[in-house]
């Protein structure tokens, strides 16, 4: 669940206090389209309508990727919903240079069905935070899980795309070291990969020339090829 941080939806001219004096503008994350983006984006109102979409659903087990209000909101307010958690911020966010908070990864499971045996939390060399959580089921202690959230580099252009690459491989390769603390060996991988999962071939006209190339072939590869994962989408794929 991508919730789009604070720091990268705020309104242009947001003047911040120090020790968080911005550096540049926002202009609502680009999204200057949306109607009234002033209301839209308002994020003392946002949060809580985070808050109400997680609660009518009520997950057993969440990840949020661009969280930048974790210690003051989101965590102590999904503590009091049932849930425990570990976060990890990015050490380089784009936030901070519209003055605001490092947003980041985080992980969150209802305490009464799951108990955490160790974790796992940190920065990929390739660039951005992750969360690695062994849960084990209360009900059943036989049954454990491996839970990964990370967030990978945005944008369509060849260089970011193997960017994005690299950073899976070497979420994969972390999980893989994991594998042998946990007796199912489970693995629940959860993120914005800025990718989907049939996004693989490139767009052709009629007569086989090539409009567009394809975003994501590579990443997509590359998740396939490890452990012939099912793989999930939030979006509808048309």
Same mark, same amino acid.
């Given at each position: 669940f991508n919730i789009l941080a604070e720091g990268l939806s705020s309104p242009p001219s947001h003047v911040k206090t120090p020790p968080f004096a911005f550096k540049k503008d926002s202009t609502f994350g680009g999204f200057t389209r949306v109607p009234h983006p002033e209301a839209v984006?308002?994020?003392e109102l946002r949060m809580w309508r985070i808050i109400e979409a997680i609660d009518d659903v009520s997950p057993c087990l969440l990840a949020l990727q661009e969280c930048d209000r974790f210690p003051d909101f989101f965590g102590p307010t999904l503590s009091s919903?049932?849930?425990? @958690? /570990?976060?990890? =911020?990015?050490?380089? +966010? =784009?936030?901070?240079?519209?003055?605001?908070? +490092?947003?980041?990864?985080?992980?969150?499971?209802?305490?009464?069905?799951?108990?955490?045996?160790?974790? $796992?939390?940190?920065?990929?060399? &390739?660039?951005?935070?992750?969360?690695?959580? /062994?849960?084990?089921e209360k009900a059943k202690p036989e049954r454990d899980i491996l839970a990964v959230?990370? /967030?990978?580099? &945005?944008?369509?252009? +060849?260089?970011?795309?193997? $960017?994005?690459?690299?950073?899976?491989?070497?979420?994969?390769? $972390?999980?893989?070291?994991?594998?042998?603390? @946990?007796?199912?060996?489970?693995?629940?991988?959860?993120?914005?990969?800025?990718?989907? =999962?049939?996004?693989?071939?490139?767009t052709k006209d009629k007569d086989g020339s090539?409009?567009?190339?394809?975003? /994501? =072939?590579?990443?997509?590869? +590359?998740?396939l090829a490890w452990r012939e994962p099912q793989l999930h989408s939030a979006f509808p794929i048309t």
């Amino acid at each position: 669940f991508n919730i789009l941080a604070e720091g990268l939806s705020s309104p242009p001219s947001h003047v911040k206090t120090p020790p968080f004096a911005f550096k540049k503008d926002s202009t609502f994350g680009g999204f200057t389209r949306v109607p009234h983006p002033e209301a839209v984006f308002d994020y003392e109102l946002r949060m809580w309508r985070i808050i109400e979409a997680i609660d009518d659903v009520s997950p057993c087990l969440l990840a949020l990727q661009e969280c930048d209000r974790f210690p003051d909101f989101f965590g102590p307010t999904l503590s009091s919903l049932g849930y425990d @958690s /570990h976060f990890c =911020p990015k050490k380089v +966010s =784009p936030s901070l240079q519209f003055g605001y908070f +490092s947003d980041g990864v985080g992980l969150f499971w209802k305490r009464e069905k799951f108990d955490c045996k160790w974790f $796992r939390k940190g920065q990929l060399d &390739a660039g951005g935070a992750y969360v690695i959580v /062994h849960l084990q089921e209360k009900a059943k202690p036989e049954r454990d899980i491996l839970a990964v959230t990370c /967030h990978l580099k &945005a944008k369509e252009e +060849s260089a970011l795309e193997d $960017r994005r690459v690299t950073q899976m491989a070497e979420i994969l390769s $972390r999980v893989q070291r994991c594998l042998t603390l @946990s007796r199912s060996q489970q693995v629940v991988l959860m993120g914005d990969f800025n990718a989907v =999962p049939t996004d693989v071939d490139a767009t052709k006209d009629k007569d086989g020339s090539v409009l567009k190339e394809g975003y /994501h =072939p590579k990443l997509v590869q +590359s998740l396939l090829a490890w452990r012939e994962p099912q793989l999930h989408s939030a979006f509808p794929i048309t």
